[in-house]
């Protein structure tokens, strides 16, 4: 099993729609979790941390769900300009600094 | 606007040359990051270092890449000598390394890599 999954997509959504991805990760002692995004050709930029009591920023809200040891991204009314690849990452412990990277699930928004 | 910088920007070599890749991390920040990304494979986490000392790499492979930290403002990561299979895009990042790990990672733009 990998460390960190996500299903690949594309995720094809008109303009306005809300979409949701989820990410699984498999180590327990994951203890810090974030979403970032990817455009084509583009580094990695961090959209959000995800906090245990979840968060919201915007149009976009991350949840997680340690009993089942999940991450989850929303997004209400999709812009044209969400179309990217998001990136569940996960710390894989307190006090190491090794990050595991989803593979991606990419989005496409649809005038 | 601090940003991570990476040199160069695209390189193209042959087959068992030397490639030599540079990284200016974030001013301030001391934890730097080398990863590699292709599309089979997705973003891969090759070694990273805590004020300039090397705490993880056990994503490289030994025999043929190495990486360094000269002083605070410059790491390197070599390929010598470079294969087919190391074509990818790999980036840098840096942070600013908080006590209990956890902690947004700033990317470079990325060298990408062709070995023909």
């Known amino acids: 099993r990998k460390e960190v999954e996500q299903d690949p997509g594309p995720f094809n959504v008109p303009e306005g729609a809300t979409v949701a991805f989820n990410c699984t990760y498999s180590?327990?002692?994951?203890?810090?979790f974030f979403w970032y995004r990817q455009d084509c050709r583009k580094e990695p930029k961090l959209l959000m941390s995800v906090y245990s009591s979840g968060n919201e920023d915007g149009r976009f809200t991350a949840q997680l769900n340690r009993a089942s040891q999940y991450i989850s991204l929303l997004i209400r009314d999709s812009k044209l300009s969400d179309s990217a690849t998001y990136l569940c990452v996960v710390n894989i412990g307190t006090g190491t600094y090794k990050y595991i990277f989803g593979t991606g699930t990419r989005l496409k928004v649809l005038a | 606007d601090a940003r991570v910088t990476q040199t160069p920007r695209h390189k193209v070599t042959e087959m068992g040359q030397e490639v030599t890749m540079r990284c200016q991390p974030i001013?301030?920040?001391?934890?730097v990051f080398w990863y590699r990304q292709t599309m089979m494979q997705g973003l891969e986490l090759l070694a990273y270092f805590r004020n300039r000392a090397p705490l993880d790499d056990s994503g490289m492979p030994k025999d043929r890449f190495s990486a360094e930290m000269p002083d605070a403002t410059l790491a390197t990561l070599k390929i010598q000598p470079s294969e087919p299979r190391d074509s990818a895009v790999y980036f840098c990042a840096s942070g600013s390394g908080g006590s209990g790990g956890g902690d947004t990672q700033y990317f470079g733009p990325g060298t990408r890599l062709t070995v023909l």
């Open positions: 180590n327990s002692a994951s203890q810090s």
């Open positions: 001013l301030g920040h001391n934890t």
